[in-house]
């Protein structure tokens, strides 16, 4: 789909910064996004306390939506979190309490502030809750309203359910409503909020498309779904999946300073990429940025965690970040925005550095540690050590009691024993 000529703003940039992967009535949305304002939502199911980076596609569609003069609606899923969507899954999510929902809720939602205006404007962003209608049917209620207009052999075909079952893993009759409660969510905001388009990643598509024909088919009203591509890395990897787990958008899952990291460290294939997806810099300068190589490409990144760091985080903490990032890594030198662990003193005075290496996150085991150091990539206060059994001291402590532990060239963390 991503040769189609757009005219609209909206189409046309969501098409030059690479977002489109599948649309539903191509012609039809865009003449819609050309001659007046469009309302989208995204949903967000509420499985932790914080949404991770492989989320921040659908937010910056979500930002790109409003920046072209429409109308984005987060849809927080407070309702279908109950459930748990089956997509890409092999089991069953653990059922949450309302009581966890809402914390999680509560925790998310912060963040959209940073990427969206919020307020009573046409075409300002407005946040719901799912719950509020679907916890509200009733059973049979719900199945006369609705499950006339869904077949189970379309169902069956779904990826969603089709990949599950291939695989030869169970679905629960829950889960398989999954799809039908999505899709009530569409003509539930279009009947209330006038909502036209939802969006989505690529593995949505068959929920999406549900949705569009239910509302079609039901009120005879306009509505669209548009996907974003499968986001992975240059070298085939998941996107926002490291060693250390999930890249966290609220500050206090992860610091701006990793945050900030993650970004520098991407891949020199996906820098470009990543700034179109990402950020707001214009599409001439990226295409500079593209273009550098050696050493340039360093400062590109650089370029590139300063702006999505200050996007998400603002310009104060992207500054400190990359000072403290290029303090540890360019000058050997320590700062306090630099990520602390604390360890029980009996555990770091007296114990191996690898020991302490896995303790403090930097290696996944005692023998990974062991082999880091072997191979020159383990350092202690930025001395090279070679020997993973090589015991911490007292003396390794600086004058604030804390040591300086890196590994490999993008790892380093300072440890503090209480």
Do not use: C
Not at 118 to 128: E, H, I, Q, S, W
Not at 218 to 239: E, I, N, Q, R, Y
Not at 315 to 341: C, I, N
Not at 397 to 403: E, I, K, P, S, Y
């Amino acid at each position: 789909m991503t040769d189609q000529a757009f005219k609209s703003d909206f189409l046309k940039t969501l098409q030059s910064r690479g977002y489109i992967h599948q649309v539903t009535h191509p012609v039809e949305l865009d003449e819609a996004a050309s001659s007046g304002i469009v309302t989208a939502y995204i949903g967000f199911d509420a499985t932790a306390p914080s949404l991770h980076v492989g989320s921040l596609i659908q937010i910056m569609m979500l930002r790109r939506l409003q920046q072209a003069g429409h109308k984005p609606i987060v849809l927080m899923g407070g309702g279908t979190t109950k459930v748990g969507d089956p997509t890409g899954k092999d089991a069953s999510r653990p059922q949450l309490t309302d009581e966890t929902i809402q914390a999680n809720i509560d925790g998310i939602q912060k963040v959209f502030a940073r990427f969206l205006t919020f307020g009573d404007g046409p075409t300002d962003a407005v946040m719901v809750n799912n719950d509020e209608w679907l916890s509200k049917f009733g059973y049979i209620q719900f199945l006369r309203d609705f499950g006339t207009h869904f077949t189970v052999n379309r169902m069956l075909s779904f990826d969603s359910v089709k990949l599950r079952l291939e695989r030869e893993q169970p679905m629960t009759f829950l889960e398989f409503n999954y799809m039908l409660m999505q899709s009530v969510d569409f003509l539930e905001l279009n009947r209330s909020l006038g909502v036209t388009l939802q969006m989505g990643g690529s593995d949505q598509w068959g929920n999406i498309t549900s949705g569009v024909d239910l509302v079609r088919r039901v009120d005879h009203k306009a509505a669209f779904g548009l996907t974003t591509p499968l986001l992975t890395t240059a070298s085939g990897g998941k996107m926002g999946k490291t060693a250390q787990g999930a890249v966290w958008l609220n500050a206090d899952q992860l610091s701006p300073y990793d945050y900030w990291q993650f970004w520098r460290n991407a891949e020199d294939a996906d820098v470009g990429r990543f700034m179109r997806l990402f950020t707001d810099l214009p599409l001439d300068q990226i295409a500079l940025y593209e273009a550098m190589e050696g050493a340039g490409i360093n400062e590109a990144k650089k370029a590139l965690a300063d702006a999505a760091t200050s996007m998400l985080h603002g310009s104060e903490a992207a500054q400190a970040a990359r000072a403290a990032a290029e303090a540890a890594f360019e000058k050997g030198q320590l700062s306090a925005d630099l990520p602390t662990v604390e360890l029980p003193r009996d555990e770091v005075i007296g114990a191996m550095i690898a020991a302490v290496t896995t303790k403090a996150g930097l290696s996944a085991s005692n023998g990974e540690a062991r082999r880091l150091a072997q191979g020159g990539g383990l350092r202690l206060n930025d001395a090279v050590v070679n020997d993973g059994a090589r015991l911490i001291e007292e003396a390794d402590l600086n004058a604030d009691g804390v040591l300086k532990l890196g590994a490999g060239k993008k790892k380093i963390v300072l440890v503090k024993p209480v």
